[in-house]
């Protein structure tokens, strides 16, 4: 689970709407650098990502970030429903 996880519960616990707002909008900032990373990592290195051999130090990089930016959508979509709870 990412890290900012256990402070939207905590925030959600407390019915503190402002705080569960500024955590969303750090994760959305998060979320668009990592946006930004995927397009530049894929104009660099998209001829390098060879199907066959998918065990590079490339491909390595490209599924940890993959990783990483599913645990983070999805703690979007759970700070979305917290604002929307409270």
């Known amino acids: 689970m990412?890290?900012?996880y256990q402070k939207l519960v905590n925030a959600s616990a407390d019915k503190n709407r402002e705080d569960l707002q500024t955590l969303y909008v750090s994760l959305i900032?998060?979320?668009m650098k990592l946006d930004k990373f995927f397009s530049m990592f894929l104009d660099r290195?998209?001829?390098e990502m060879d199907c066959e051999d998918s065990n590079t130090p490339v491909w390595k990089l490209y599924r940890s970030k993959t990783k990483e930016?599913?645990?983070l959508s999805q703690t979007v979509k759970i700070a979305e429903?917290?604002?929307n709870k409270t």
């Open 45 to 47: 290195f998209d001829e």
């Open 2 to 4: 990412h890290p900012s």
């Open 29 to 31: 900032v998060e979320k």
């Open 69 to 71: 930016y599913a645990e």
């Open 81 to 83: 429903y917290y604002i």
